[in-house]
């Protein structure tokens, strides 16, 4: 687990650097950083559109060139980074985005009406009716909207025509649905759109124009001061300060999504003069987006990556107060990234590593899924809410560094390019390989190069083994495990028949076949048929007073035992013959049991049995 875990580090380590020599590659090769402030004069008017659509800005009155330059420079300084993002997303929203068909009451509430985090835009279609926004319109209008993270959907009357009485809906119309309060998993209200005119932009006018009424709003400086130096102090608060009639529509949505955690306000500057108490907060110019925490003020776009948009931003607010879902995906993500190196540090077959990958996606994804329901159980008792300030505060000082602001954006980077996070995963991965093939060379060299028969004949091999003895091959590797269906093959057929998993001893008894073997026999033979002895005194003497034999190999014990048992057909000198073919020597084969246990016994203590 740590070999994997310092090749995954290793790996992060790898993509740092990475991005680092791409912004390298770009500086040179442009003379500009993604940071590097845009001007928004140099912009064509298209571009201009592009960002002021990625902000959530309405342009539908400002015909002039200039107009739109002055939205766009009041609603934040444009990077350079930005601008590509921007012009990146327009590209890859040519294809239409999805789009959920409600099938009835029961669907609709379970993701309108009880989604209490989101915000909805559901078309309704009336019984017999046209819808009220064309086909073309609306695919014009979720790709729109989709970018804010607003979902989509349409729900036909003709499904479910009775819930179309009850609510009312007896013509095609737009229902939106907003979360009403500012606490999380607030009470959702449906508003339904008025308006005549059913054009894209107006309809998203009229969307933003609701989510912003939801945010705090200040007009005079007077206010600005009295909340900035009051409130609760632990409760996070982005600021927003604009010459704006109204917040962009991204800062709206992840006012939404981040209800309860972080509440957000919108300060309109507009007519604020110089002796405005924007020096006295501390912020130098306007617009400015400004987080206020307990530990101080951080100006938002001042580091690397953190752009005035939905994902740059979101993700800045979820490194700095983090849910406990979001801390769950991250340690998924990790250590399923951490499992998937066994791939490539299991050495030999093919099918071998595929087979020890599924195994350790398996028991790390349940390990992991068991050591969180104590630290959600943990998570709940009054008596750990100061140790949860103190995290979250020590977390905030760490993401307001310059070094965390590298990481955000390299995971915005990554995340915007799949195919590179993959390639250099597995670049990454057979490099591991490559390595640990040469640091194990010489040490298993048949383990290294059996091929997918060879391992899966070991792997069955031991699973036969472990049928039959299910204890002693339970701690065995498949390639060290010997099979005993050479030997006997009846013997699985036995074991199917009278399966006993639950019988074996918890010690192994294997090492019994290991133990010297001790031959004994009478000298002076002689014997009834009865099993009795001719010679009690001599066979006393024997027992009493015999030599003590050394072990013998198995064909020497093979040839005694054949004399024995002639000598016995014939009247009978071996003890063991005798135990074997006497009627009545049960005398006799309880001492021959008696001396092989007391052998063993000696044995196993270190010195040599005695008769």
């Known amino acids: 687990m740590w070999l994997k875990l310092f090749f995954l580090l290793l790996y992060f380590l790898v993509l740092f650097v990475l991005a680092r020599f791409f912004e390298a590659i770009v500086w040179y090769e442009t003379g500009i950083f993604a940071t590097q402030l845009v001007d928004p004069v140099t912009l064509s008017f298209k571009k201009l559109k592009t960002i002021l659509e990625c902000r959530g800005l309405g342009y539908s009155g400002l015909p002039e060139k200039k ?3 002055e939205l766009v420079e009041k609603s934040g300084d444009l990077m350079k980074g930005e601008l590509y993002s921007a012009l990146k997303n327009e590209e890859e929203q040519a294809e239409a985005a999805s789009s959920t068909t409600f099938t009835g009451e029961m669907h609709f509430y379970e993701l309108v009406e009880d989604t209490k985090d989101g915000i909805w835009l559901v078309q309704v279609i009336a019984k017999d009716r046209n819808p009220l926004v064309s086909k073309a319109n609306w695919g014009k209008m979720v790709k729109k909207v989709s970018q804010f993270g607003i979902r989509t959907g349409t729900f036909n009357c003709s499904s479910d025509s009775r819930y179309c009485r009850k609510r009312g809906w007896l013509k095609s119309t737009l229902i939106m649905s907003v979360p009403q309060t500012n606490t999380s998993k607030g009470r959702v209200m449906l508003k339904e759109y008025e308006g005549s ?4 932009e107006h309809i998203f006018k009229w969307m933003t124009a609701h989510v912003a009424s939801r945010i705090k709003t200040i007009r005079t400086p007077q206010q600005l001061r009295q909340e ?9 608060k982005m600021f927003l300060i604009a010459e ?12 939404v999504k981040f209800t309860g955690r972080i509440e957000f306000i919108f300060v309109d500057a507009r007519g604020w003069g110089k002796e405005s108490c924007m020096q006295e907060i501390g912020v130098p110019q306007v617009p400015s987006y400004v987080l206020k925490s ?3 003020m951080y100006r938002y776009g001042n580091s690397t990556g953190e752009f005035i948009s939905l994902h740059a931003m979101d993700t800045f607010l979820r490194s700095v107060q983090p849910e406990v879902n979001d801390l769950f995906v991250l340690s998924l993500v990790m250590v399923n990234l951490m499992a998937w190196m066994d791939l490539f540090i299991t050495q030999g077959a093919t099918v071998k590593r595929f087979v020890v990958l599924i195994s350790t996606l398996g028991t790390y994804n349940s390990l992991l899924v068991i050591s969180w329901l104590p630290i959600l159980g943990f998570l709940q008792l009054p008596y750990l809410d100061s140790f949860y300030e103190y995290s979250l505060k020590l977390l905030r000082y760490a993401d307001t560094t310059t070094l965390a602001s590298w990481v955000r954006a ?5 995340s915007s390019h799949p195919a590179l996070f993959i390639g250099t995963y597995l670049g990454h991965g057979l490099l591991v390989d490559y390595f640990e093939k040469k640091r194990r060379r010489g040490s298993n060299e048949e383990e290294m190069n059996a091929n997918n028969l060879e391992w899966l004949s070991s792997l069955w091999d031991w699973y036969s083994s472990y049928l039959i003895h299910p204890i002693t091959s339970f701690h065995n590797l498949p390639h060290e495990s010997d099979s005993d269906w050479d030997n006997d093959p009846s013997l699985l057929l036995e074991r199917l028949a009278f399966p006993d998993l639950w019988l ?10 290991g133990l010297s073997t001790w031959c004994f026999r009478r000298h002076n033979g002689g014997g009834d048929r009865d099993g009795h002895s001719q010679g009690g005194a001599g066979e006393s003497e024997v027992e009493s007073q015999g030599e003590r034999e050394e072990p013998l190999d198995d064909d020497h014990c093979s040839a005694e035992e054949e004399e024995g048992e002639g000598e016995g057909e014939e009247g009978g000198g071996s003890l063991w013959g005798r135990g074997l073919q006497g009627e009545g020597g049960a005398g006799g084969g309880r001492l021959v049991l008696l001396a092989c246990l007391h052998a063993a016994l000696y044995r196993v203590r270190g010195v040599p049995g005695e008769l």
């Not at 005119?197 to 894209?200: A, D, H, K, L, S």
């Open 244 to 255: 704006l009639v109204q917040p962009p529509a991204f800062f709206s949505a992840l006012s």
């Open 294 to 296: 307990p530990e101080g």
């Open 67 to 69: 107009d739109v330059r």
């Open 197 to 200: 005119r059913v054009e894209t």
């Open 410 to 414: 390299d995971w915005t980077f990554y």
């Open 228 to 236: 900035w130096q009051g409130g609760k102090r632990h409760l996070l």
């Open 504 to 513: 074996h001893p918890l010690v192994p008894t294997d090492y019994i076949k």
